[in-house]
T-cell receptor
Framework: KAGVTQTPRYLIKTRGQQVTLSCSPI?????VSWYQQTPGQGLQFLFE???????NKGNFPGRFSGRQFSNSRSEMNVSTLELGDSALYLC??????????FGEGSRLTVL | TQLLEQSPQFLSIQEGENLTVYCNSS?????LQWYRQEPGEGPVLLVT???GGEVKKLKRLTFQFGDARKDSSLHITAAQTGDTGLYLC??????????WGAGTKLIIKP
């Protein structure tokens, strides 16, 4: 069974730009969650989608958004990038939203 | 606000020693999970405990869920260098939300 695939793995952007990250979940998993991980703040929950609906949302500004498609693939977007957005962005899929299977992450560097 | 306090934050020990990592909360969770993350990779699920007082063993790793389902521990016997990593606990509530601990960075020295 293929695991969770995240693209791109690495990217560099400059302040003010926007970025879109993609996540393909494990086949059959309807829940996709996104997390931001930094050395200082640890693992921070962004949002969770279940069957194309946002079910839970973390405490991030509106610059962070996401969506889930009918095939369960998900994207997250960050607009007007700031230096502090530099982080590892992790996507996780789950059959129902509890036990998570993570991808390898997308490492974003904002210059 | 539900919180999950994980301790210690950092642990460096010699190969062959034993160790215990704790996750504590004042909230009750429907289940609790432990993950291990290695540098450059995403966390990998090790175990899920569901029943109060439950004990699960995964080779040299022993996981316990508190009787009241508010706390959990991970005990590693005879640690090996391959156990090095970031250990994370996460408690699930009835709203499909996961509450995460801050993590324990474990280094096993040869």
């Amino acid at each position: 069974k293929a695991g969770v695939t995240q693209t791109p793995r690495y990217l560099i952007k400059t302040r003010g730009q926007q970025v879109t990250l993609s996540c393909s979940p494990i086949s059959g998993h309807r829940s996709v969650s996104w997390y931001q991980q930094t050395p200082g703040q640890g693992l921070q929950f962004l949002f969770e989608y279940f069957s194309e609906t946002q079910r839970n949302k973390g405490n991030f500004p509106g610059r962070f958004s996401g969506r889930q498609f009918s095939n369960s693939r998900s994207e997250m977007n960050v607009s007007t990038l700031e230096l502090g957005d530099s982080a590892l962005y992790l996507c996780a899929s789950s059959p129902e939203g509890r036990e998570l299977f993570f991808g390898e992450g997308s490492r974003l560097t904002v210059l | 606000t539900q919180l999950l306090e994980q301790s210690p934050q950092f642990l460096s020990i010699q190969e062959g020693e034993n160790l215990t990592v704790y996750c504590n909360s004042s909230s009750v969770f429907s289940s609790l999970q432990w993950y291990r993350q290695e540098p450059g990779e995403g966390p990998v699920l090790l175990v899920t405990v569901v029943t109060g007082g439950e004990v699960k063993k995964l080779k040299r790793l022993t996981f316990q869920f508190g009787d009241a389902r508010k706390d959990s521990s991970l005990h590693i016997t005879a640690a090996q260098t391959g156990d090095t990593g970031l250990y994370l606990c996460a408690g699930a509530n009835s709203n499909y939300q996961l509450i995460w601990g801050a993590g324990t960075k474990l280094i096993i020295k040869p």
